[in-house]
């Protein structure tokens, strides 16, 4: 941690009256000093590749999972639209669908045994058409197993950040070195155990900076389906200023908050993937900024194989609006979340998991770690991201069936 004797009246003058950590900077008054005036990067929030949106040539985007597997003839079905011009036109196989104030609808329908197509349509004042397909399949009551590829394929997107420019060093430790000891490794560890272990296709980012965190984000972004799962994991340095938080790429500027990646920029991105279940996890100071915790995960009517209905945006931060420890080693956060990992035989729900990370990183550090669904990101209540573990097929008991 980082002694306030450390910050005298000149360096606190200079910096913007704020100190760092690792993994954060804490304001004392004012972060306008360092990176300007806060939120005036909203319009480049809106689209990641930083371009002008056109309003008028934006097609309305229909976000549903693209397949619910399920053993009733009754099933449920969720999704929400995203517009930024009205809507004239939202339909259902051709029949008008009626969506809620936040424009999220939720339908029950019924379904012959095997698979079933839906066609769902939304039209703007402009004529924009956006169009989704999504495919519900019935097993017969005889089905006691679920094939592990009926529950798509896993990605990750791993960051983690060792090395910081020169000039945040006075600011962050006796030593005047502003790098970190442990992010990467952090980092390599859990790729390694959600590839050698789960099957994810991974893609790590070391020392990572903005314009590779956009360029990931975009990627997926373009390319994931509705049957697909994506883990978003980051450490590094954070920030928060008021309600707003920030990771700290490699390549930070002083004075320029484009090169910083917030949470608003998260929420908006995440919101516009068509990705069935996004997990978010932060390994880094105040990183309960990324995390709306009064929309929780219900898990005591939660029911992992009718779970693939729901739209998933889902966090997981390593301390509340606090510092966190960056550990001997390995940060305590992070040994927690892989022990937990490696502890499942087979499928878990990330709000089991993280029950399990909580109870291991606070035995061990003066943080407690949070969860919740991701602000303004389009979650959807009674849905959860999944841990497989790499087993041909998961086990289908009866009691876990919707009814």
């Known amino acids: 941690s980082v002694s ?4 005298n009246a000149a360096a606190m003058a200079h910096i913007g009256n704020i100190r760092f950590d690792r993994g954060n900077l804490e304001r004392d008054q004012s972060f306008s000093n360092l990176f300007g005036s806060l939120g005036k990067l909203e319009e480049r929030d809106n689209l990641l590749d930083g371009e002008e949106v056109d309003q008028e040539t934006v097609r309305p985007r229909v976000v549903v999972t693209g397949r619910l597997e399920t053993q009733e003839k009754q099933v449920r079905l969720s999704g929400y639209i995203s517009s930024p011009n009205p809507l004239t ?5 051709g029949k008008t669908l009626e969506l809620d104030e936040n424009a999220q609808f939720t339908i029950s329908l019924s379904v012959d045994v095997g698979e ?3 066609v769902f349509e939304a039209e703007d004042e402009n004529g924009g058409v956006g169009r989704r397909v999504t495919t519900i399949i019935r097993y017969p009551e005889s089905a006691n197993f679920l094939p ?45 155990v959600l590839d050698q272990e789960y099957g994810y296709e991974v893609r790590m980012l070391r020392d990572a900076t903005v314009e590779q ?51 608003r920029l998260l929420s908006r991105t995440l919101s516009q993937f068509d990705v ?5 996890i932060a390994d880094a100071c105040y990183s309960a900024s990324f995390v709306n915790q009064t ?34 080693g390995q940060s305590p956060f992070n040994e927690a979340l892989v022990n937990g990992l490696r502890r499942n035989d087979g499928i878990v729900s990330a709000q089991q998991l993280f029950v399990i990370v909580k109870s291991l990183t606070v035995r061990k550090a003066q943080q407690t770690p949070q969860y919740g669904a991701v602000p303004a990101s389009g979650h959807q209540e009674g849905g959860d991201f999944l841990f497989v573990k790499e087993t041909p097929f998961i086990a289908r008991p009866e009691a876990q069936v919707s009814g």
Do not use: C
Not at 4 to 7: A, G, P, T
Not at 276 to 280: D, I, N, Y
């Open 213 to 263: 965190i956009i360029e990931s984000l975009t990627y997926y972004r373009d390319n994931l389906t509705a049957e697909d799962n994506l883990l978003i994991f980051y450490a590094g340095h954070g920030i928060v200023v008021g309600d707003i938080g920030y990771w700290m790429p490699s390549d930070v500027e002083r004075g320029k908050e484009e090169t910083l990646i917030s949470n």
């Open 295 to 328: 929309r929780k995960v219900d898990t005591e009517n939660f029911n992992r194989f009718d779970n693939q209905h729901a739209i998933v945006r889902a966090a997981m931060s390593s301390g509340g609006l606090e510092v966190v420890s960056d550990g001997v």
């Open 4 to 7: 306030k004797d450390k910050f």
């Open 116 to 118: 079933t197509e839906l």
């Open 276 to 280: 069935g279940k996004v997990m978010l």
């Open 89 to 93: 036109r939202v339909e259902l196989d």
């Open 148 to 192: 592990k590829e009926r529950l798509g394929t896993y990605h990750a997107l791993i960051i983690g950040i060792n090395d910081y420019p020169d000039w945040l060093g006075q600011y962050v430790s006796d030593s005047g070195d502003a790098d970190l000891a442990n992010a990467i490794s952090d980092a390599e560890q859990l790729a390694a």
